[in-house]
């Protein structure tokens, strides 16, 4: 899907605030034309996302702002695409994983050169881990607005206690007993999600880095995917279907990642994998009684590394060009987004769906309501604590395509575990050693 917003359409409702309107904290006034890509969003997130940037337009006049959306699954490919023909946009919004990639090929620029004093105004409005999530070498590449964590577990409460259980799963082999007791016909017990979609590929990394795995060795420069952590991750996938615990392979692998999430959401699966924020931006009915809970964890790890409590990533994450030429209107684009006024909207919102990258957020009363134990384990210093990063380096996307091939041929039946996961290794190591000469 895409969208193309012009200034002109956006100012038809702002054009008495315009006078009025005053510049945000610590900016100054700017010129030109600014364009911006934004990959991704829930629907409340795409549809008050140019809203806002009306209020940006009425306190920045000088600037036409040229705002576009599209599927936040394309993002690599088109970022690159339009870097190439040099047609990129000024401002990106789109993932942190992909930092180290587009600062690698020089598409975009550390803030500290062109953002000044503004820096300082960040620090103090946004959670001190979610602002270091757009860190990269020591640089800030990027203003975070929120971020999504993984991996979590969607279960239907009364399922689950139909079938004798009296709380979630903590373990993989209690999620094995789970999904078994409470598979019945046309409602199988969870649902994997499978598509090549970047979004399962990182549900399941955080499975499998949860188990001591990892996908790629930066001191070695070697890919990692049929390690054993990452091994017996994929195996769990394989067991559940083995059970007959899970949907046929064709309904988990298709081209939208939310197909399994509208099972979930139908009743037509009494478990789902997902991130942080499962179902809550599709929608499920008030009948359905569920809840979410962190995805249970290995029996014992058996990764050679250590055992990592989270990933997280900041999935609307504002980056400038190295190519802009309007680094000014830039910056005050995202300081525009670093406001108070911008952050809350993560808060108390009718669509909770997101991990606040704004303090004011977190001092939300519908946050808090909706999800009390991340509020409370913000509040005792403990949400982020053991969480890293979504995998990055140079060559992620090559390494993560491997390991979405191995996925679906697993779930598909059409090869064991490990071949897939020997054939993935040796696929992207070859094109690791490509790309890094």
Known sequence: MHTSINRRHLMGGAAALAATTALPQGAQAASGRLNVWKFGGTPREVEFWPKQDAAFSASQPAVRLNYSYFNGQIRRQKILAGFQTRQLADVVIAFGQDIPEFAGFGMIQPLEGIAGNRIAGWKDRLVPEVLASGMHEGALYGLPTYVDMASFLAIDLTAMREAGFTRPPATWSELRQYAKAMTKPNRPGIAIPATTAPVDINIFEAIAYANGARIFDEETKK???????????????????????????????????????????????????????????????????????????????????????????????????????????????????????????????????????????????????????????????????????????????VVEAALGTAMQQVVLGQRSVIDALNAANAAAQQQIDILRG
């Open 223 to 397: 890919v990692m995917l049929n390690e054993k952590g990452m091994v017996d991750a994929l195996q769990l996938y394989a067991d559940l279907i083995a059970d007959g615990s899970t949907p046929p392979g064709t309904a988990m692998t298709g081209t939208n990642f939310r197909d399994t999430a509208t099972l979930f959401a139908q009743g037509r699966c009494a478990m789902w994998m997902g991130m942080s924020w499962l179902n809550t931006p599709w929608g499920t009915p008030d009948t359905l009684n569920w809840t979410g809970t962190p995805f249970p964890r290995p029996d014992r790890v058996t990764g050679s590394k250590p055992a990592v409590a989270a990933l997280m990533d900041p999935t609307a994450i504002l980056m400038v060009s190295a190519r802009t030429t309007n680094a000014d209107a830039a910056v005050e684009y995202l300081n525009f987004w670093s406001q108070n006024q911008q952050l809350a909207l993560w808060g108390d919102a009718p669509e909770f769906s997101r991990i606040p990258g704004g303090k004011i957020a977190w001092a939300s009363e519908g946050l808090a309501k909706r999800w009390p134990g991340w509020v409370e384990s913000y509040r005792a210093g403990t949400l982020f604590q053991g969480a890293e990063p979504m995998p990055r380096f140079i060559g992620v996307s």
